[in-house]
């Protein structure tokens, strides 16, 4: 079936560092791709999307580009701040589902050092 | 535009017990999803309602049931609560299954955070 593997966490970073969050899809189909954040104690916000090979979505800094040949959606940011510590998660639409349901990673705690 | 609400914020219930939680869904949507996140996982889709009809299911045991309304709101219901039901249940609303290439863009909402004891 249809699945979402992130790299585990947590991810812990000095502020103005660079990072990198992997993330790899199991889909038949063409799914959209998405990157939500998680703050302590809140719900899922959207962070990015892309819904077709070789998208780029892009959003506050981050970046995540649709590989279909390698089915990968890595996360990126060129520099980041002690105010992007959160649960990253990626995710894809279903779209054999009939429902278009979310597929989610387990999550990628990321913490960010002053 | 007002967007995803849900109602309540916490709960606090017994094994054994039943609950109720509530979704309003974002003006215009018409589909709404609901999800289970266990600490420290990745939201599971528990169930989808378009229109009123449930429109698919994930794999969760039927005393997880649901309903949505005319006005496109819904509710989660859980029966004889156990002690691994406690967790964050997110509701998101969408425009319908049918929608554009790429699928329907989800919107979430806060949660309700449900603790059983």
């Known amino acids: 079936g249809n699945s979402v593997t992130q790299m585990e966490g947590p991810v812990t970073l000095s502020e103005e560092a660079f990072l990198t969050i992997n993330c790899t899809y199991t889909?038949?189909?063409?799914?959209?791709l998405f990157w939500y954040v998680q703050y302590p104690g809140e719900g899922l916000q959207l962070l990015l999307k892309?819904?077709?090979?070789?998208d780029k979505g892009s959003n506050k800094g981050f970046e995540a580009t649709y590989r279909k040949e390698t089915t990968s959606f890595h996360l990126e940011k060129g520099s980041v701040q002690v105010s992007d510590s959160a649960v990253y998660f990626c995710?894809?639409?279903?779209?054999?589902?009939?429902?278009?349901?979310?597929?989610f990673g387990t999550g990628t705690r990321l913490k960010v050092l002053a | 535009e007002t967007g995803v609400t849900q109602s309540p914020t916490h709960l606090i219930k017994t094994r054994g017990q039943q609950v109720t939680l509530r979704c309003s869904s974002q003006?215009?949507?018409?589909?709404v999803s609901w999800y289970q996140q266990a600490l420290g996982q990745g939201p599971q889709f528990i169930f989808q309602?378009?229109?009123?009809?449930?429109?698919g299911r994930g794999n969760f045991p039927p005393r997880f049931s649901g309903l949505q309304f005319p006005n496109y709101s819904s509710e989660l219901n859980v029966n004889a609560l156990e002690l691994d039901d406690s967790a964050l249940y997110l509701c998101?609303?969408?425009?319908?299954?049918?929608?554009?290439?790429?699928?329907?863009?989800?919107?979430f909402g806060p949660g309700t955070r449900l603790t059983v004891l």
């Open positions: 998101a609303s969408s425009t319908g299954t049918s929608g554009v290439a790429g699928g329907n863009e989800q919107f």
């Open positions: 889909a038949t189909g063409y799914p959209s």
């Open positions: 892309a819904t077709k090979a070789d």
């Open positions: 995710a894809l639409s279903d779209p054999n589902s009939g429902t278009y349901k979310y597929i």
């Open positions: 003006s215009g949507h018409n589909t």
């Open positions: 309602y378009y229109r009123e009809e449930e429109n």
